[in-house]
């Protein structure tokens, strides 16, 4: 029989014991033709389970030949023994060529098709689970911006104490000390607002210059920058680089870069940033390459780190940041690119973007 099938086509394996044939299915046979004779002794205990447990899409289709002619007490007892196993198909011996091959075509597309349910439902949870995790980022943003609106108040609040004790004091220290707290406050400030900003406005894109927004962003991190020992190594090779976006949508996404830049050089290093302009297919383009000389990215994340939630910090991280930022090129129509390397002497991570000027 294995022959004639091969000869139609039908790739088959032919096995020797019920316990081989569980092992087929669960290596994805699409269907079995099994005579009756095989199930005798307690044969059939083995492969009732196997198919008892199958996943709710699936229903393994069984092809039984059974010896034609009269009911005797064995073809009674093996016709009940057969009946838990489901999706059966039985067939007469003497069985006609064209019988076994119609009948094994139809368990053969009933099979096919409930590989096809199996995909619809595994795409069908994928969906699910994405939109759970939008839902997720949407409660997110609306919570940080409604921290970011309750803290704008007593922020104001403490501003305004803090001028009032520095006009009172004279004691030079605790002037410095007032300075210092008023410039750390303003930072906060600083941060709310843009929290804010960039959940409320429709963000409207004007010419920005980058080098003062990359400088901008250097002046936020500058108290990180300091106590990590960073040295911060610029080069802008012209004198301005303008683009069009929105100021507030670019120093985010540069802040993100930066910002995991700093997490992997807890110990120190060096950050480059680079400005430049290039041309890719005859137009100009400006390229912003942020490098850092951290730990760098472990290679089994690295083709994920734009998915959301992708994360290696653990509490600390919220796998959003470069999620977020990609979309952001993504709808500016800039391209981010990133190479990282993790061995020990030479590690390091550099991101690169390159926007229409
Ligand atoms: N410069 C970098 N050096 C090393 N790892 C990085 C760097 N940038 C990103 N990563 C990796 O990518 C992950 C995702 O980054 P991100 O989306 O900003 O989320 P988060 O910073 O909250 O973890 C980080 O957890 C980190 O493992
Ligand atoms: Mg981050």
Redesign the pocket.
């Known amino acids: 029989m294995a022959s004639f099938l091969d000869k139609l086509e039908k790739p088959c394996h032919v096995v020797g014991s019920i316990a081989e044939l569980c092992h087929e299915i669960a290596a994805g046979a699409g269907a079995a033709i099994v005579t009756e004779e095989a199930f005798r002794g307690n044969s059939i205990d083995l492969l009732q389970p196997v198919l008892s447990r199958q996943p709710s899409w699936s229903d393994f289709p069984l092809l039984i030949l059974v010896a034609g002619g009269r009911v005797t007490a064995e073809s009674e007892r093996l016709r009940t023994l057969r009946q838990p196993l489901g999706n059966v198909l039985l067939l007469e011996r003497p069985l006609r060529p064209e019988i076994l091959v119609s009948t094994l075509d139809m368990a053969l597309r009933g099979r096919a098709r409930q590989y096809q349910i199996r995909d619809q439902m595994q795409q069908f949870e994928r969906a699910q689970e994405a939109l759970r995790r939008s839902e997720k980022l949407a409660v997110t943003g609306r919570l940080a911006a409604s921290i970011a609106h309750e803290i704008n108040n007593p922020l104001e609040a403490l501003t305004n104490l803090l001028y009032l004790v520095r006009t009172e004091t004279h004691s030079e220290e605790a002037q410095r000390y007032l300075m210092e707290a008023e410039q750390e406050l303003a930072r906060v400030a600083e941060i709310t607002k843009h929290t804010l900003r960039f959940y409320r406005e429709p963000n409207q894109p004007t010419q920005v210059d980058l080098v003062e927004v990359v400088d901008s962003v250097l002046a936020l991190y500058h108290s990180r920058l300091v106590a990590a020992k960073i040295v911060v190594e610029k080069e802008v090779r012209v004198s301005s680089l303008s683009i069009l976006a929105s100021p507030g949508e670019l120093r985010q996404v540069i802040a993100?870069?930066v910002?995991?830049?700093l997490?992997?050089m807890r110990h120190g290093g060096i950050l480059r940033l680079r400005l430049s302009v290039t041309t890719r297919n005859g137009n100009p383009k400006a390229r912003l390459s942020i490098a850092?000389t951290?730990?760098?990215?472990?290679p089994e994340?690295l083709s994920t780190?734009f998915e959301p939630f992708?994360?290696?910090?653990g509490e600390t991280?919220?796998?959003?940041?470069?999620?977020v930022s990609d979309e952001i090129a993504k709808k500016n129509g800039w391209s981010m690119q990133v190479y990282?390397c993790t061995r020990m002497s030479r590690s390091g991570?550099v991101?690169s973007i390159l926007m229409p000027t």
Do not use: V, Y
Not at 294 to 298: F, M
Not at 310 to 313: D, P, R
Not at 317 to 323: A, E, P, Q, S
């Open positions: 993100n870069i910002g995991n830049a997490d992997a850092d951290g730990h760098g990215i472990p994340i780190i992708i994360t290696t910090k991280g919220t796998g959003l940041g470069l999620w990282s991570t991101f």
